[in-house]
């Protein structure tokens, strides 16, 4: 019987029935799956070239910014938006299933991918179209992987569990980069070829050996919560999507009436879905859950650090490929596979913290790895501010270092302190917010780091490039047009990998002195010119990155009293423990806290909820 519903969960297995290893076999597979996703958010980021140039698309043109945005973006706002709603369909018709069921989406989208045979717009729109199916694939996974997890492993070993499966999403976003440098030169389908036996692998893997042991709770579904989510949050992150593409004479959309209504409208519409859900029997988004501190406090943390983090890899990688790699001697289509493989500091970092803390944490609380991990985040954001733009590699390797060994330090311990926090019917819409919460942190990241950077170069960049073109002999009439052109389209040519000046000047370069033409294309004028503006426009980006950190640590420093070590958990049906860990007998098993308040604050609870509370009774009647 599940306790939190009063309502039978037939055909559940007891965990006695699965063996002491089935927690190690969800970690493995969700893990795999979690490695799969992240590795194909960010293959395509490198290879964009390289599919833009097989479907005979150049994406620096304006009619086809917007197939270049939604190629990345695509995937993102997909996953923001499904993955509340994936995760409450687990909650009520089991979380492997939902589970599954991603993994056989994915698999198929990415063949879809492969198999790629239009050109032009239409292979394009292709493409994005199916990018957007392995979104909805990637939902499921990122929605139900942690309540997976939470489900299968005691309270005092989920900190290692999560703090695995969170290297293997750090992990894959930087072997993303990597692969997508190595296999979209040989050909760009194999981009996405690489994750089909992966995901047909796990497809087969995760029906036969992954078991629903967590509490099954049947409700109807919240229709109009789900509409009113869905419809206000893609207003927002299409309103930002657009608004980093230029508008009438400005560098930017942000003025634009379709985008100020897209970002307005979304806003108001889930404030009208907040009010719904508060009213509806079984809401979408149980705000419910907010009450307990931990959940509230960890994601507001969580959002913060995210903000943070996000697009300053973005940044990073412009710097890298606009700058400091032709300065010592890359050509820029080299730079965005060594772009990925300078910033594997930044991977080392978060490697070597994320599962020690996470087994740290579950032996002496989460709270001071969460406050400590977003302060030495601020920290490392704060010493790039001091780091010329042509570094010494050696002290910006350190810094990214340490700047991931801090989002290391944070990342496990803060998601099982939000998810030890609630009950545990609900963990699937948990994870669910938690990875709505993470998902749309990125875009808006993105969104805001872009426009701080292109705020900071608009204001230096069109001076600069005026009289460095006009010195190179470029006529001063066409050196101004140039300089007036929107920064967005420097630094998308930078990303990509492509000569910004090469694309900026075009046919103009074949009425330049062949020297002055070779060396305004070279591997020095473009860094020497841009390297004023582009440090005012880090100055600019790093500084709210410095605030969001900062929110992070006091957040963070709000969940509660510190956690001491939690006890393992005994058997029961609807905790995450494993059969034997406790070697109780049936009369003994105990029930988990019937609603939050329980959980987070009873006597014999974890402090501010870092377990639901369990209540031990003779007359326990085996489930």
Do not use: C
């Not at 930017?252 to 985008?259: D, K, L, Q």
């Not at 694309?503 to 591997?523: E, I, N, S």
């Not at 939690?566 to 070697?583: H, N, Q, R």
């Amino acid at each position: 019987m599940n306790p939190d519903s009063g309502q039978v969960s037939a055909g559940v297995p007891e965990k006695a029935e699965l063996g002491p290893h089935y927690k190690w076999i969800a970690l493995s597979n969700t893990t795999l799956g979690v490695l799969m996703v992240t590795i194909n958010q960010s293959i395509v980021l490198i290879a964009l070239p390289n599919i833009f140039r097989g479907i005979g698309l150049n994406p620096l043109s304006p009619d086809n910014t917007s197939y270049l945005l939604w190629m990345f973006m695509g995937f993102l706002v997909v996953s923001a938006v499904l993955v509340v709603s994936f995760g409450r369909l687990g909650d009520m018709f089991g979380r492997v299933r939902m589970y599954n069921l991603g993994f056989a989406v994915f698999s198929v989208a990415s063949i879809f991918l492969t198999v790629t045979w239009q050109h032009g717009t239409a292979g394009a729109m292709w493409l994005i179209i199916w990018r957007i199916v392995q979104g909805i694939g990637g939902a499921f996974l990122f929605a139900n992987s942690t309540a997976i997890l939470t489900d299968a492993f005691p309270a005092n070993q989920r900190g290692t569990a999560l703090g695995i499966n969170s290297i293997a999403a750090i992990g894959g976003s930087f072997l993303g980069l990597l692969l997508g440098g190595v296999l979209g030169p040989v050909n760009w389908h194999l981009i996405f070829l690489v994750s089909a036996p992966i995901g047909a692998f796990g497809t087969v893997w995760a029906y036969f050996m992954l078991k629903d042991i967590g509490v099954r709770k049947h409700a109807r579904m919240d229709w109009w919560g789900n509409i009113l989510f869905a419809v206000g949050l893609i207003a927002i992150l299409v309103g930002i999507t657009y608004g980093l593409q230029p508008y009438g004479g400005h560098a930017m959309g942000w003025t634009s009436p379709f985008v100020l209504s897209a970002i307005l409208g979304g806003m108001v519409l889930l404030v009208i879905f907040a009010f719904v859900e508060t009213k509806v029997p079984e809401p979408l988004f149980r705000i419910s859950l907010f009450k307990i501190r931990a959940f509230a406090a960890g994601n507001i943390a969580n959002l913060m650090l995210a903000l943070g983090r996000g697009g300053m890899q973005f940044m990073l990688i412009i710097w890298l490929q606009g700058i400091w790699l032709p300065l010592h001697g890359y050509s820029f289509s080299q730079t965005p596979l060594w772009a990925g493989i300078y910033l594997v500091p930044l991977t080392i970092g978060f490697l070597l913290s994320a599962p020690l803390s996470g087994v740290l944490s579950d032996r002496f609380g989460a709270k001071g790895f969460t406050t400590g991990g977003a302060l030495l985040t601020a920290i490392t954001f704060f010493l790039l501010l001091f780091v010329p733009v042509n570094f010494s590699y050696w002290e910006f390797a350190l810094i990214i270092a340490l700047n991931g060994f801090g989002s290391g330090l944070f990342a496990s311990p803060n998601r099982a302190e939000m998810m030890n926090a609630v009950p545990a019917s609900q963990r699937g819409a948990a994870g669910g917010m938690i990875a709505t919460f993470m998902n749309t942190s990125f875009v808006l990241s993105i969104g805001i780091f872009f426009s701080l950077m292109v705020a900071g170069l608009s204001s230096k960049l069109p001076g600069a490039l005026s009289s460095g073109l006009t010195a190179q002999g470029v006529p001063a009439a066409a050196a101004t047009q140039i300089s007036h052109l929107p920064p967005i389209g420097v630094l998308f040519a930078a990303f990509l990998g492509y000569n910004p000046m090469q694309q900026l000047l075009g046919p103009l370069l074949g009425h330049l002195p062949a020297g002055h033409a070779a060396y305004v294309t070279g591997r020095q004028f473009f860094p020497h010119l841009i390297t004023a503006p582009f440090k005012s426009g880090l100055g600019v980006a790093f500084a709210f990155a410095i605030a969001a950190s900062l929110i992070a640590v006091v957040a963070s420093a709000l969940t509660g009293r510190r956690n001491q070590a939690a006890p393992a958990e005994p058997l029961g049906a609807e905790l995450a423990a494993v059969a034997g860990d406790a070697g109780l007998e049936p009369s003994e098993i105990v029930r988990p806290a019937k609603d939050a308040s329980e959980a987070n604050g009873s006597p014999g609870s974890r402090g501010n909820g870092h377990s639901p509370a369990v209540t031990k009774s003779a007359g326990t009647e085996p489930r």
